[in-house]
């Protein structure tokens, strides 16, 4: 199955990223992808997004040249489970994935970072967990994979790790998909581009799922209708431009 939505995506408001919303729309464009979210990296990183820039995501359309763009974050998580968004921008988003980076506590045993996730879930402040197979943060999958489950949010398989960073995912991609896939938990893909070329470039995901056996019913970039059903059961205003254009739940 060739997946057109891709829900983790940097633009240059991470300084770190290489291109612009207007690059990833024009190559939603030529590649055929119906959807993206702009999920960039929040404050507490050393050169995340300003809190701005998040309150002004509104500016941003919902259809640019056929293309569906879902406002984002990707926020860090902090001491005790705590992310670095504040109300007024978590009131403002159509989606926000959340994971563990260099500004998180570091040097963790896998019972704390358990715990983090754990708050974090049950807080009801995200909807995705971000790259959850990085080595450097180790955690009960079991355990967490079961939370998620209970409070419908989604696990990520993430394209970029094992691929250009986070080096060593692959393994326990493949570990947290078979989880999942037993359990039932919400999926979601997300290439984590930094530049527009990498969007929609699934390869590693592909195999992940591929070597898991992971039951691909639970993927949410199956359709934008199950993504947009997926963000209202979280309990995000319906979004009725997008909801014209690609119709009503197939639910």
Known sequence: ???????????????????TIHDYIRQAQESGMLMFACTDH???LADGAHQWHFHNLR??????????????????????????????????L?????????????NSDAKAYTRMLIRLIESGRVDILAHPGNPRFP?????????????????EINASS????????????VSIAKIASRLGNIVSLGTDAHISYFLGNFE?????????????????????QAVLDFLERRGHPPIPELRAHFGQSQA
């Open 204 to 224: 590693e995901s592909l195999r992940v799922i591929k070597e898991s056996g992971l039951n691909e019913a639970l993927i949410i970039n199956r359709s934008p």
């Open 139 to 155: 955690f009960d999958y079991e355990t967490v994979l079961e939370c998620a489950l209970e409070h419908q949010v989604a696990v």
């Open 1 to 19: 199955m060739r997946y057109l939505i891709d829900l983790h995506t940097h633009t240059i408001a991470s300084d770190h990223a290489y291109s």
């Open 42 to 44: 929040g404050p507490a």
């Open 59 to 92: 500016v941003v359309p919902r259809l640019a040249d056929g293309v569906a763009i879902l406002r984002g974050a990707e926020a860090n998580i902090l001491e005790d489970g705590e992310i670095d968004l504040d109300e007024a921008s978590l009131g403002r």
């Open 162 to 173: 094992s691929v250009n960073t986070r080096m060593g995912s692959h393994d326990n991609c």
């Open 94 to 106: 159509d989606l926000i994935i959340a994971g563990f980076h260099p500004c998180s506590p570091q």
